[in-house]
């Protein structure tokens, strides 16, 4: 169980990395940690319904991040992110093998300390189902939150409590978002229409409009309240992402959905979860490397924002 806030004790042990996302510092006293944003990896895939092996998701976009980071600014930014944000790895959770309930209360414990500790989180999974207990602990700190999500499905099915279709049926049952400031990106499977409470932009209306129009839209719907990421890596067509437990033919390329990122500037964000990266069916480290660089885009944009900058 969870110790006092701004600790990390015993009971939440976490990995020694091999490697920290962007070969950042990991986290040795969050009490005492002067980083703005933390990374933690989630290790996690007891409610993948498709193809396992999303619980090696983190180490493997921690290793691919290394590619992403060694030639210093990042095009199109003009400056090299960890000289704009203190970043840190807090490394992985841990939690009792086989126990989906046991991830969800240290999960949601322990990103509560980390924003009780005034800093922002980028998670990397493991399932989309960890989204669930992230946006238990983010709605704990500010409130309803709006919900912008990448994804091929809208997860939204009124499915069993351990599924990673069903979080955010549970996140909008439990007053976690505002589904009237909430959009989901890039979706192409089935879904109720005339019950739906989020506002869809599937992936025709982005391949057809474009990342501007695709952007707007978000902005128009989100508004200035805190804003969530969850960006599950199957919103890329399988071109661009064969490493994931259900892919979808007909998603977004990586260049378009970097774009629908880099032009989320202004946007108030408070924190994303990166899921669904499946190494085992993964090819060069593709999925990988996409993943990594569009965690890194998230960061960017958040750089963005402390320096002052509209767009790269």
């Not at 989630?42 to 319904?49: E, I, Y």
């Not at 990397?124 to 939150?145: N, Q, S, T």
């Not at 707007?216 to 890329?236: H, M, N, Q, T, W």
């Amino acid at each position: 169980m969870a110790g006092k806030k701004g600790e990390i004790d015993a009971d939440i042990p976490l990995t020694t990395l091999f490697s920290t996302f962007l070969g950042v510092d990991p986290v040795s006293d969050l009490a005492t940690s002067k980083a703005e944003i933390i990374v933690q990896g989630v290790p996690f895939d007891l409610a993948a319904s498709g193809r396992a092996g999303t619980r090696s998701g983190p180490p493997a976009v921690r290793l691919a991040s290394v590619q992403v980071a060694w030639e210093g600014a990042r095009w199109p930014w003009d400056f090299f992110i960890l000289d704009e944000l203190k970043i840190e790895d807090i490394g992985d959770l841990r939690f009792k093998n086989g126990d989906p309930s046991s991830m969800v209360e240290e999960l949601e414990d322990l990103t509560g300390r980390i924003l009780d500790a005034g800093k922002k989180v980028l998670s990397i999974g493991g399932d989309h189902y960890i989204a669930l207990p992230l946006l238990r602990a983010h709605a704990r700190k500010f409130g309803k939150v709006a919900l912008i999500h990448f994804d091929a499905h809208t997860d939204s099915y009124p499915t069993e409590n351990y599924h990673h279709g069903s979080m955010f049926y549970h996140a909008a049952k439990e007053g976690l978002v505002d589904p009237g400031r909430s959009v989901q990106v890039g979706i192409r499977t089935a879904y109720d229409k005339e019950d739906h409470p989020f506002t869809v932009l599937d992936a025709r209306y982005v391949n057809k409009h474009g990342p501007d129009a695709v952007i707007e839209r978000i902005k128009e719907i989100v508004g200035s309240g805190p804003a969530y990421i969850s960006f599950d890596i199957d919103c890329l067509d399988p071109a661009f992402a064969p490493g994931t437990g259900t892919p979808v033919v007909g998603g977004l390329s990586t260049d378009y959905a970097l774009a629908i990122m880099r032009g989320l500037t202004g946007v108030n964000l408070i924190g994303m979860d990166l899921v669904e990266v499946s190494p085992p069916y993964d090819h060069s480290e593709i999925t990988a490397i996409a993943a990594a660089t569009i965690g890194l885009e998230f960061l960017n944009v958040l750089a963005a924002g402390k320096l002052g900058k509209t767009e790269p």
